[in-house]
């Protein structure tokens, strides 16, 4: 914690902290109900200021959910008019710090403001109140521990140790968020002179407080009255990733090489006791699965096969596909036999990169080369990271400026510049700031940036051009695949890992949208007005007046003219054509619900004939934007402006025209969904006053649109999952995906099943005698058993939902009971982030958690944390989703059972996805309760009981159940 001597020479030796609780989020409409603050003197909280407010309005449950506050509580309180002025009195001038300090501020002014406004005598003048320093921990935090996966002030508390009881309650929350201010207090003082420097630039006119701060501490260190900080990270942290493993060996490439085989067994060994693998895996146990896994993934590397290839749970699938696919590389080297992984979530890829390969690189002693990449809009561009710092105040607004602190910081650090790492940034919230910063292709001027070869991407990119082991994830695997391999280059050999998703993930990556947005992002490559150094048009008008060896700057500047012009024109017709959609009387009100909803749409279909008119006038505006563009392009390659800044932007304006052109095409393609082959629908936003309506399509058959554009070309690939069979058979995935359709000889298909003894391990009890749930007493009486069970067994458990209205309708009622027992009940959506809830799940013994969607697949709880998984409801996918009810469409004209060949399959995996969450480890004991009774009662019942890897028994009344639950030795 900083001493005196550092908190007064920033004038912070007494300052206050505060934090309200409030009726809900917007000032305008919603009430204070408690203010809580105390005064740090000398680093010290000292005097505290604590009062209940009694609003004028009920407080909402979820609010008395989530502060405890209840209108009970607040009756004899005092109303906001009698605190607030004693309030503003004990802040006096003193700085005042809160965690997310506009919220807080926002309701302090806007209630004080409200007091002066009613009372003609009220001692309450403008000029009197909340013209205090005001320090926002939250954004201190995101730009000095940018490392911290979130900066809600509940997950620094515990990241600092900051005694987090009682979170959510002003009083011990303003406390928190002073002791918070110390610690940033004291790591800016760790900072570099660079970086303090830099910081107080970027917040020049910004009006914010912090800006004095980094001023100051520029200026004394300026003076020598201050050494400057190492900035050291803290080493306990892994909080920097690297993107490299290993180092690339020299290698001569032969024009037509020999292969060499490598041996299946001696991959084997590998993993079998006395392997490599036994004397170096932390906790090694053998595992038959994995050792034939690895044998049938080097197999197929060596004979050419596609492996479609099931590895239940425990098999430790990754080190098996890793070892052949590295020994597999290395051998191959000469012949440019390069392996590309690819992974569909974040933790496979981080699992792989940060501990598996890592471990790999150690053990097997195989001189090899992986590489970790992304698609390039996750790295940052450094030469617009400097254009944009060096002209901060004219190339971001002051809240952008704001929000790009957080870079200043990171970037000292980062290897990769990839920015998952800094967690200061909100890449979707501050999306328009990372356009600027991103090293996007349409801003990428490769041929001229010196830093190319120096860059994070372009260093990265060369790097995975010599690597054995490329990594990526599902969505750069799928994006390379539809451009030619742009980024990936030439590859023969695939590994996909969560294979069971492929083809959910083509729709995805393989489809296109078309939104305002997205017409508007295109425009503003040309003309921004939004932004002071404006797009590439607007720059060109600016500095083409100042080059002297343009004979006819004239023809030039109307072109650019026009440009400008037509692309406002075409902005506004956008606007217009898209808020006209969403009101189309297509769209029967009945149609629009809370949420987003999804129609599909074919040809021949009235959806815009409304607006049809519309339409053409956009395209056409499009066009002749389009025409514009070229035509300045050809006029500047006759003039050749040699001039190193027209040069590049000569680039910029050519990629604008190329995104003009993709813009037209998606106008001219999903406005008028002609082509069978692709699905078509559109996104209405819940308000009918929005623009935001985006229209889609994908790929109806998505195995032949595979086949095309990733698997024709390669010489071997290896699909894998712990579900990619229904009742043991490999046809549902094969199918949807097109594995092996093109090429059924080089297809091999194995389930290797899992090491865990299920007999053992699990007990699964169907539960009869509930109501089907569609009924109107499922809820209450499922309810009502999981509550005798939870009371009596109090297990560590799951609750897996299909639709987030049951989810909630459980919530409320196991609430009180969870209450009363002094266990954690945690919802999702409710209690946190999907990480912090998996976490809370582990910490907190007989804690219950309920999810829905994401939830089935992913959570990786093992141990006694987790001995109950209950599912609700089987997992069929909502039947009017546009895809779906094009791909039963499809079957049913092929004259094939949609249920039968598709949403019963479907729905089976996901069971066993979520029936995969239970048993993690070979110690692993527990319960399932499946309470829908369709599962004995229907025939297709059977084929989801056959997927599962143990019997199940049949549950006739809720005694038996409880009874059955109890009886059960874990
Ligand atoms: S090469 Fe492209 S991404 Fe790299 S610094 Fe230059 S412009 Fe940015």
Redesign the pocket.
């Known amino acids: 914690m900083p001493d005196s001597s550092s908190l007064k020479r920033l004038g912070l030796s007494d300052f206050i902290a505060l934090d309200l609780e409030t009726t809900g989020l917007d000032s305008s409409k919603e009430q204070i109900i408690e203010i809580g603050a105390i005064k740090f003197v000398d680093g010290k909280p000292q005097d505290r200021f604590n009062s209940l407010v009694l609003p004028s309005i009920r407080i909402p449950k979820f609010i008395t959910d989530l502060t405890g506050i209840s209108n009970e509580d607040v009756k004899d309180a005092p109303e906001i008019e009698d605190i607030l002025p004693e309030f503003i009195e004990y802040c006096g001038n003193y700085p005042l710090v809160a965690h997310n300090s506009p919220f807080d501020m926002g309701f302090l002014r806007v209630w004080a403001a409200k007091i002066e406004a009613s009372a003609s005598s009220s001692t309450l003048k403008p000029e009197s109140y909340f013209k205090n320093d005001v320090y926002d921990t939250a954004l201190l935090s995101r730009i000095f521990f940018w490392w911290v996966t979130n900066h809600k002030l509940v997950t620094l508390a515990d990241y600092f140790k900051l005694d987090p009881s009682d979170a959510h309650r002003a009083s011990s929350d303003a406390e928190r968020s002073g002791l918070l201010f110390l610690k940033i207090i004291d790591r800016m003082y760790d900072s570099s002179y660079q970086t303090l420097s830099s910081l107080a630039i970027l917040f020049e006119g910004t009006n914010n407080s912090a800006g004095k701060i980094f001023k100051q501490l520029t200026e004394l260190i300026a003076g020598s009255e201050l050494k400057e900080g190492s900035e050291l990270l803290p080493d306990h942290e892994h909080v920097l990733g690297d993107n490299v493993i290993g180092k690339s060996m020299p290698v001569q490439f032969e024009a037509a090489p020999k292969l060499n085989l490598i041996d299946p067994k001696e991959v084997k060994a590998k993993f079998e006791v006395g392997g490599e693998l036994s004397h170096d895996l932390k906790g090694y146990e053998e595992r038959p699965q994995q050792e034939n896994m690895a044998f049938a993934v080097a197999d197929a590397f060596n004979s050419e096969k596609f492996l479609a290839i099931e590895a239940g749970t425990g098999v430790g699938k990754t080190l098996a596909y890793l070892v052949p696919s590295i020994m597999w590389a290395h051998e191959n080297r000469a012949g440019g036999q390069r392996v590309v992984i690819s992974t569909r979530t974040k933790n496979l890829q981080d699992q792989l990169f940060n501990k598996d390969i890592p471990f790999l690189y150690r053990s097997l002693k195989i001189p090899f080369k992986a590489v970790l990449l992304k698609g390039r809009n996750n790295y940052i561009?450094?030469?617009?990271y400097h254009q944009l710092l060096s002209d901060s105040s004219n190339s971001m607004t002051a809240s952008e400026r704001i929000n790009f602190a957080p870079m200043i910081t990171w970037i000292k650090h980062t290897k990769t510049g990839d920015i998952e790492e800094n967690h200061g940034f909100n890449r979707n919230r501050s999306f328009l700031l990372w356009n600027k910063l991103s090293?996007d292709s349409g801003k990428?001027?490769?041929m001229r940036?010196k830093?190319?070869n120096g860059?994070y991407?372009?260093k990265v990119r060369e790097s995975a051009g010599t690597a054995d082991v490329l990594v990526v994830n599902h969505s750069l695997l799928l994006s390379d695949a539809v451009s030619n391999n742009q980024v990936l280059n030439e590859y023969q050999n695939l590994v996909v890992d969560e294979a069971h998703n492929l083809e959910k993930d083509a729709w995805q990556f393989l489809g296109e949208e078309l939104s305002v947005w997205k017409i508007k992002n295109s425009l503003s490559a040309l003309h921004d007005k939004e932004n002071v150094s404006g797009g590439v048009a607007d720059k060109f008008a600016r500095i083409i007046p100042q080059i002297d060896a343009i004979p006819n700057s004239d023809t030039l500047l109307s072109i650019l003219d026009r440009i400008i012009v037509g692309s406002e024109l075409a902005e506004s017709k956008s606007v217009e054509l898209f808020s006209e959609l969403n009101k189309s009387p297509e769209w029967v009100p009945e149609i629009r619900s809370n949420y987003v909803s999804k129609i599909r749409y074919e040809a021949g279909d009235m959806f815009f004939n409304s607006v049809s008119g519309r339409i053409n006038d956009l395209i056409t505006t499009l066009f002749s934007i389009k025409d514009s563009v070229k035509e300045f392009l050809e006029v500047a390659r006759e003039l050749s402006f040699n001039n190193k800044e027209a040069d590049e932007l000569s680039v910029e304006m050519l990629s604008a025209y190329e995104s003009l052109g993709q813009m037209i095409r998606l106008s001219e393609e999903l406005f008028d969904p002609s082509k069978e082959d692709q699905v078509y629908w559109v996104e209405l936003p819940s308000k009918a006053d929005s623009i935001d309506v985006r229209l889609h399509s994908v790929p109806l058959n998505m195995a032949d649109t595979l086949n095309e554009v990733l698997y024709s070309g390669l010489r071997s690939a290896v699909f894998t999952s712990a579900t990619l069979t229904t009742a043991g058979d490999f046809s549902h995935f094969l199918e949807r995906t097109g594995v092996g359709k093109d090429e059924a000889e080089r297809l091999v298909t194995l389930e290797v099943g899992s090491p865990f003894n299920y007999d053992e391990q699990c007990n699964i009890g169907i539960m009869n005698f509930l109501p089907p749930p569609n009924a109107d007493n499922f809820n209450e009486d499922a309810i009502e058993l999981i509550s005798a069970i939870s009371e009596k067994l109090q297990l560590g458990g799951l609750i897996l939902f299909t639709s987030y209205n049951m989810m909630n309708r459980f919530y409320e009622k196991l609430e009180p009971l969870y209450k009363k027992l002094g266990l954690s009940l945690l919802g999702q959506k409710k209690d946190g982030s999907r990480y912090s809830l998996q976490e809370k799940l582990k910490k907190d013994r007989g804690s219950l958690l309920l999810g829905t969607e994401s939830f089935w697949e992913g959570i990786d709880v093992p141990g006694r944390a987790l001995e109950m998984l209950v599912i609700t409801k089987l997992p069929f996918a909502v039947p009017t989703e546009p895809i779906i009810l094009a791909i039963e469409d499809s079957l049913k004209k092929e004259g094939k059972n949609a249920f039968m060949n598709f949403s019963l399959p479907e729905a089976i995996i996901k069971f066993r996805q979520g029936f995969g969450r239970l048993i993690r480890s070979k110690t692993d004991k527990g319960i399932v309760l499946l309470l829908d009774n369709r599962l004995s009662q229907k025939q297709y019942g059977k084929s989801f009981l056959k997927s599962l890897p143990t019997g199940v028994k049949i549950l006739n009344s809720k005694k038996e159940a409880v009874e059955w639950a109890q009886g059960i030795k874990l």
């Open positions: 561009c450094l030469t617009r090293a990428c001027n490769r940036c830093q190319y860059c991407l372009g």
